[in-house]
C-alpha cells in the first residue's frame, strides 16, 4: 500500500504542478515541473523545522521512494526509447559521424576534465576528495540527459540539422557515459590492485558493443512483428513489450540497457514510417501513445527531483562547492565538444553548423539520469558529497540553462521562424 500511496503523491502532484504551470508560470513544462516541486520542497522544508506531523509523514514517504532504481530500472528505457522513436534516422544517419564522435569521444574527455578539475579544488574548500571518486563524479555528470534535452531544446526551434545533432549526441553519450561510470564504479569497488587496463576494457566493449547489438536486434524484430499485422492495440502492446522485456534482458546480459533502448527506438520509428511497416492508422496511435508516455514520465520525474530536496542533506559547504563545479562542468562541456568540432572540420566532407559549439555546449543539459547514477554510489563512498553536488549542478542546467537556450538560439541566430498558428 505504501508503493501505490507514494505512486498516487506523484501522480497527483505531478498533475497539479502541471495545471499550474500551463495556466499560470507558462514555462516549459520540465521546467516548470521542477520549479515548483523546489519551491513546493523548500517550503515543506521549512514547515518541517517545526516538526508539522503530515509534513514529516510526506518526507518520509518521498525518502521511501528509490529514486535510483525508478529512474534507472524503469523510467530511463521507455524514456529514450520514446525519443528515439520520433528522431529521424535519416537525417541522424547523415550526421552520423559528427554524434558518434561527440559521444564517443567528448564524453570521456569530458569525465577526465571534470575528475581532474574537482580533485584539486575540492581540497581548496576543504573537502580532499580520492581521485577515483572525482572520477566517478566526471563520469555521472558528462552525459548530457536526453529527457531534459528532448523535453526543453526541441521547443527552441533550432535548425532541424542542429536539433538532430544535439539530440542525436544526447542519446547516444548518455549509453556511453551510463558505461564509463559502470566500468569507472567497478575499478573503486575492486581497488587499485586487482584493477587492469584489460578487464576495464572488456566490461565497456561488453556494455557499449552487447548494448547496440541487442538494440539492433530487438528494433529489427520488433519493425517485422509490426509488418506481419495490422492492429494497433497489438502494435502498441509489442512497442511496450520490446521495452520492457528488452531492458529487463540488458541487465541479464549486463549490457548498456540504454544504448540498446535507444536503436531499437531509432530502427523501430525508422522501419514504420518509411517501410511501410504501419498502416497510417496504427502510426498515428503509436506516435500519439509515445508522446504521451514521454509528457507522463517527465513530468514524474521533474516533479521527483523537485521533491527530492525534502529528504537531500545539502549543507552550505556543499551548496558552495557545487556552484563552483557549474563551471567546471561548463569549461569542460565546451572542451568536450570543441576538441572533436576541431577535428571534424579536417575533414571535407564534414559542414559544421553555425555556432554549432556554443549551441551544444550551453544546450547539453543535466537531468535525472546524473542524480540516478550519484543516488546508486554505496555509502562506502563520498555519496552525500557527491549527490549533493551533482543536484545542484543538475538545478542549475535545468532551470539556468533551459531557461535561457531558447534567448541564446535567437541571439546567435540560427532558430527558425515560428511557424505560424493555424486557424
Not at 509534513?55 to 525508478?70: G, H, P, Q, R
Not at 549526441?169 to 556511453?176: A, C, H, P, R, T
Request: proline fraction near 5%.
Amino acid at each position: 500500500m505504501e508503493l501505490y500511496n507514494a505512486l498516487a503523491l506523484l501522480l497527483v502532484t505531478a498533475a497539479v504542478f502541471a495545471y499550474l504551470n500551463h495556466r499560470f508560470l507558462r514555462m516549459p513544462p520540465a521546467i516548470g515541473l521542477m520549479v515548483l516541486g523546489l519551491a513546493a520542497s523548500l517550503g515543506l522544508v521549512g514547515l518541517a523545522q517545526f516538526n508539522v506531523r503530515p509534513v514529516l509523514e510526506l518526507a518520509a514517504l518521498v525518502n521511501k521512494l528509490d529514486f535510483s532504481t525508478i529512474v534507472m530500472q524503469v523510467m530511463l528505457g521507455f524514456l529514450l526509447f520514446a525519443g528515439a522513436i520520433h528522431v529521424d534516422a535519416r537525417r541522424l544517419g547523415r550526421l552520423r559521424l559528427p554524434v558518434g564522435v561527440l559521444a564517443l569521444v567528448g564524453t570521456p574527455i569530458s569525465a577526465a576534465l571534470v575528475a581532474g578539475c574537482m580533485y584539486g579544488l575540492l581540497p581548496v574548500l576543504g573537502l580532499p576528495t580520492p581521485f577515483i571518486y572525482c572520477l566517478l563524479f566526471g563520469a555521472l555528470i558528462s552525459p548530457t540527459d536526453p529527457i531534459a534535452v528532448l523535453s526543453i531544446l526541441t521547443k527552441a526551434n533550432i535548425s532541424k540539422s542542429l536539433e538532430t545533432k544535439v539530440i542525436g549526441e544526447s542519446l547516444f553519450n548518455d549509453g556511453v557515459g551510463v558505461v564509463l561510470f559502470v566500468v569507472t564504479l567497478e575499478v573503486a569497488l575492486m581497488g587499485p590492485k586487482d584493477f587492469t587496463l584489460t578487464h576495464a576494457l572488456s566490461v565497456f566493449a561488453r556494455e557499449t558493443l552487447g548494448g547496440l547489438a541487442l538494440g539492433t536486434a530487438l528494433g529489427l524484430g520488433t519493425a517485422w512483428l509490426l509488418r506481419t499485422i495490422d492492429n494497433y492495440q497489438v502494435e502498441v502492446l509489442l512497442t511496450l513489450a520490446v521495452v520492457a522485456g528488452g531492458t529487463a534482458l540488458a541487465t541479464r546480459l549486463h549490457t548498456s540497457g540504454p544504448l540498446a533502448m535507444v536503436m531499437a527506438g531509432l530502427l523501430v520509428g525508422h522501419f514504420s514510417r518509411s517501410g511501410g511497416t504501419l498502416s497510417h492508422e496504427s502510426q498515428d496511435y503509436v506516435d500519439k501513445f509515445w508522446e504521451l508516455m514521454d509528457e507522463v514520465l517527465n513530468a514524474l520525474l521533474f516533479v521527483l527531483m523537485g521533491l527530492e530536496v525534502l529528504v537531500l542533506h545539502l549543507p552550505g559547504r556543499t551548496v558552495l562547492t557545487g556552484c563552483a563545479a557549474i563551471g567546471v562542468v561548463l569549461a569542460a562541456r565546451l572542451v568536450s565538444v570543441w576538441l572533436p568540432m576541431v577535428f571534424l572540420r579536417l575533414l571535407p566532407s564534414f559542414r559544421p553548423s553555425d555556432h554549432g559549439v556554443a549551441v551544444l555546449t550551453w544546450g547539453g543539459l543535466r537531468g535525472g539520469l546524473s542524480v540516478a547514477l550519484a543516488l546508486s554510489l554505496p555509502a562506502s563512498m563520498p555519496r552525500e558529497l557527491l549527490v549533493g553536488i551533482t543536484y545542484v549542478v543538475v538545478v542549475f542546467s535545468i532551470v539556468g540553462q533551459g531557461l535561457t537556450i531558447g534567448p541564446l538560439v535567437r541571439w546567435l541566430g540560427v532558430g527558425q521562424p515560428a511557424p505560424e498558428p493555424q486557424h
